[in-house]
Every structure is written in structure tokens, then in C-alpha cells.
């Protein structure tokens, strides 16, 4: 039985979407071991973003399997009222399905994906938004360049440029930046000598991007996440980003970018004085002004003729005529042999 009229239907029209939603998946189970300093971890994270990019974007947090505690932390950053979505999973249901899982019933035309030990710096928003608006062929974008990931996944990317006369070689990725990653994973010597010299570019009305981009934080566009294969991965981590997040842009004839400096470092499972000296740099940058309009993005890109040929043929041309000339390049202007 009902009685009376639900005030609902009286609250007319609702605020609308906004052009950009972040979303982080955390998994922390316990606080002992690989965990014991992940939440505060997380809590460098989630204070990077708020600081970068508090009231510009939507913000879901996914808690995927993780302790009573991590989830009361995700959700005081509810109640402190700079993230609008706190989503709970019990049990952990794996990073690649939750986060399409709540994208996929999201509205905005960009969705960010970053892991929760990702820290974000000033100047991302508008870095990666002028990415999907001077190149309306970019599907996918990263804050992170990945030179030697120049050919994984880019034959839109690599074959498109070439056609349009926009794909360089030159140095524009900050070594120091490189170094930071390779250290965070353990890997010191992760980009070889010709990539940290020389970086396959494109340019366009005054913005360069870098070829090569990484998965651990990325930007898709609507249109993309809508090509994600529909079934479920069932894999906690590692063995499904291939297909369900690094794939979907190249099939459909999309760029594959990355931002031509780091806005953003990967920090591991172990707190170190350079990230609280991040953090404060960042809480102390002023937000941007009206000035820096925010350029429009559409929810779906542009394929241009090249990118129309079928996924399979372009992949081996690239990797069969056009790679090897262009790692040759990249050697040769790096002063390698």
C-alpha cells in the first residue's frame, strides 16, 4: 500500500555528468606482510588526488576484498565530500572487473583507471584532457610515458601519425622520471640506454605526446570502454589487462598516448620520504583558475582511414615494415650504433 505522493517525482531535472570520472580499485585484505604499509600507501594516494583533482572529477573508490579498516578509510573520503562513490565487494572480485564493472554504469565521456599506489601530480587533469581534445583519434591515454612500449599496441597510433606526417623522434621524457618507476618495481635497468635518450612522439597544433603508454594508470574514452569484452576476466591480478583494458583502443582504431612528462609516479607497497615531499607539493599548488578552461571532449573519437584497416593487417605491417625503420632511428639519433 502507498499513501501520498513521493516527493522525488516534485525534485525536477538532476545536476548533470561531468566530463571525467577517476576510478581507484583497492585491494588490501590484511594489514600484515606485502600489506602492512599498503594503507598508508592509500592514504597518499587518495591525498594526491584530492589534491590535483578534487571537484573537477568524479571519484569511485572500489573496495575489492579489502579489511574493515581500508573500507572506513574509503569511506571518511566519502563523508568528507570529495568523492561521490565508495563501492564495496566482498569477496575481492579481481582489479579488471571491478573497475569496468562500476565504468561501465558510469556517464561520463573519459574514465580514469588508476591503481591505489598510483600518486598523482598537479596539472594531470588538464594534461590528459588536451590529450583526448587535440588528438580526437586517442582512445586511450596514460600520465606516464612508456618509451620501449612504443610498438605494444599502438598500430593506429604508429601507422596513423606516419600518414598524417605527425610522428617524430626526440627526447622529450624526463630520465629522472624513468628512473623512479624502474626503481619503485625493482627493475633499475628497465628502459634501455636508446629509449631514455630518444622517444617516438607525435605533435599537433602545438601538443607533443609520447608513444608508449603504460595500463597501471590510464584514461579511456567512452567509446573504448564500451568495446571491452562484455564477460568477466575472473582474475584477481595480472594475466587480464592485455585483453580487457590495453586491447579494445587498438582494435577499434584508436590512438594509444601517453603524456610527454610524468604526471603521475608509482609508489609500490613501501612508504619513502620522496612521496610525503610529492604530496606537499602538491597540496600546496594553487587549483586551477578560469583561465585554464578545461577543453571539451567527446564521448566518442575518431578513426581515421588508416586505423579502418583491419586490426590483424595493421598489426603486421607495423611490426613487420614499420618497427624495425623506426627503432633504427630511434638507435641511430640516441647515438647508438
Known sequence: MRHGVHPGKDAGTLPAFGPHRVVVPVHIPHLDGYFAEARDVLARCLGSLRATAGGEVAVTLVADGSCPEVVGDLRNAQEDGWVDQVVVHDPNRGKVDSILGVARASFEPLVTFADADILFRPGWVRAVEELFATFPECGFASLFPSPPGAFHLTSATVLGALARRELDVDAVVDEADLDRFAASIGRPDLFPDEWRRRQL????????????????????????????????????????????????????????????????????????????????????TPAPGPADARPPVAARGRTDLVARLPWGLRTRLVERLVRPRLEARVRRDAGGP
Open 201 to 284: 612522439v607525435v605533435r599537433r597544433n602545438g601538443v607533443t605526446a609520447c608513444i608508449g603508454a603504460p595500463h597501471w594508470v590510464l584514461t579511456m574514452r567512452r567509446d573504448v570502454l564500451e568495446a571491452t569484452p562484455p564477460e568477466p576476466s575472473r582474475r584477481a591480478v595480472g594475466g587480464s589487462e592485455t585483453r580487457w583494458l590495453d586491447e579494445p583502443a587498438d582494435r577499434l582504431g584508436r590512438w594509444r598516448l601517453a603524456t610527454s612528462r610524468a604526471f603521475a609516479h608509482h609508489m609500490g607497497n613501501v612508504v619513502e620520504p620522496w612521496m610525503d615531499e610529492e604530496l606537499a607539493a602538491a597540496r600546496a
